[in-house]
């Protein structure tokens, strides 16, 4: 049935706009809470306890900054990508190509977590080889992606979000019959004693918490899901419902963190975490659910981000060189999804860094080249096209080499990287021409015309 509607790049990519508010949150939420929750966080709550719950705050900081100031306009456009309505708000083909090869660029970086996740989990639940694993992530992924693209996405997302609410909600219950609260606070202080106060500096906590401020309000793989639903007023409700769903979730994932170090104090990894705690602490039937909740989770994310990646390169780059048909275009959209699906398995093989760090790597990437383009360019007027382009380029060279130095002064990249772009956003933009009213009258009301004061007569 997916199938059968989706029978154009437009069905392929937004679902023709047929999304409802509780299917839209679910999706919202499941795409968010990826690898990077339930392997990252839990293994991050497992190594340093409750105090990087505080980043939670920022994500949801950047969920209301993007239906404040985002949403309601980028609904109202009515495209079907991100790098399509940059085009269209700056009147630049040159901005429009130079987003969607950084949004392939952030989101292979992305892929890698995931993947690296996924092969994790198969590695210590089945004794897997890494490789095995890693294939199989993506192959039960590409199976739904490649038939029924965004509509199947966001169905697929609905269950995923219910299965994970609804195994964390068996979980922590069950956890806590056999340790209780007070004993795991008391073995984890014993064990680290940082782990029930102030692991994290302020410093540390406020870069990750804006980073994914910052990314979470401006994100191309959520940003795509707006396009996906009815109007404005299903995005809040939808947004709505997401909060409910994370809310759930990620104060599961603190509390089983932490419980998994009261009774395993000394993993070899933070990332196998949830992996353990599903085998060897939960009862045979919800430790089996919770493990297929983080594959759909992981599943969740990379059908989304793999339709973003596909849809820049197809949408937004090939169709500025070749002219194709809608059925053409939808074909060489679906071999893109495989193509760039495939690529990062070669990253995710080096096992670059553990998965909730590699997560936050692409949130610093994705804030410091679209912040300022995306929130800034959807609420002044005066943006311009060499503004956005020097924003985008120059906020993504400083976070990518502020990560490579090795963070001086212990700052995460996003503030180098937001800083810079915004800086250069404004001065860039107001020392040259605007897009023109055309463009503008989009994305803003018209301008009031000026009134002349009237001489008083005498």
């Avoid at 706009?17 to 839209?24: A, H, K, L, P, R």
């Avoid at 933070?270 to 939960?282: M, Q």
């Avoid at 659910?289 to 973003?308: F, H």
Wanted: net charge positive; charged share 10%; aromatic share 10%.
């Amino acid at each position: 049935m997916v199938r059968a509607k989706t029978r154009t790049v437009r069905d392929y990519l937004t679902a023709s706009g047929s999304i409802g508010s509780v299917v839209g949150g679910a999706s919202l939420a499941a795409t968010q809470m990826s690898a990077g929750t339930f392997v990252g966080t839990l293994g991050i709550h497992y190594l340093t306890g409750a105090s990087f719950g505080m980043v939670v705050l920022g994500l949801w900081g950047g969920w209301i900054v993007q239906v404040l100031f985002v949403a309601p306009k980028f609904a109202r456009f009515g495209g079907k990508t991100v790098p399509e309505f940059i085009r269209a708000r700056y009147n630049s083909r040159a901005a429009s190509v130079i987003s969607a090869v950084l949004i392939i660029v952030a989101y292979t970086v992305y892929l890698t977590a995931q993947y690296q996740a996924g092969g994790q989990i198969f590695h210590a639940i089945l004794g897997l080889p890494f490789l095995h694993g890693v294939l199989i992530t993506i192959g039960v992924t590409l199976l739904f992606v490649l038939i029924g693209g965004m509509r199947a996405t966001a169905y697929t997302d609905y269950l995923h979000a219910l299965l994970m609410a609804g195994c964390f909600v068996a979980a922590v219950p069950a956890v806590l019959l056999q340790l209780g609260p007070e004993a795991i606070g008391g073995i984890v202080h014993q064990v680290q004693p940082s782990m029930t106060g102030w692991f994290y500096s302020s410093n540390a906590l406020l870069g990750l918490g804006l980073a994914f401020l910052f990314a979470q309000a401006t994100t191309p793989y959520e940003l795509a899901r707006l396009y996906t639903m009815k109007n404005i007023r299903t995005v809040r409700r939808a947004v709505g419902w997401s909060f409910l769903f994370q809310a759930i979730v990620f104060l599961s994932v603190c509390v089983l963190g932490m419980a998994t170090r009261a009774i395993f104090p000394s993993l070899p990894t933070p990332d196998i975490a949830s992996t353990v705690l599903s085998a060897d602490v939960l009862p045979p039937i919800i430790g089996a659910l919770l493990i297929i909740a983080v594959l759909g989770a992981i599943a969740s994310s990379v059908s989304g981000i793999m339709i973003v990646s596909a849809s820049a390169l197809t949408n937004d780059l090939l169709s500025e060189v070749w002219r194709l048909s809608d059925r053409a275009q939808l074909w060489l959209t679906r071999a893109a999804v495989l193509v760039l699906g495939v690529v990062p398995v070669f990253l995710a093989l080096r096992q670059l860094a553990l998965v909730q760090f590699v997560v936050a790597l692409q949130a610093s990437l994705v804030a410091s080249f679209f912040f300022a383009t995306v929130v800034i360019g959807l609420n002044w007027r005066r943006a311009t096209a060499a503004g956005a382009i020097a924003s985008m380029c120059a906020g993504f060279v400083v976070a990518l080499a502020w990560y490579a130095a090795g963070k001086p002064a212990g700052l995460d990249p996003v503030l180098p990287g937001v800083s810079v772009s915004l800086a250069v956003f404004f001065v860039v933009s107001l020392r040259t021409r605007g897009p023109g009213e055309k463009a503008l009258a989009t994305f803003f009301p018209p301008p009031r015309p000026r009134v002349s004061p009237v001489p008083n007569e005498r």
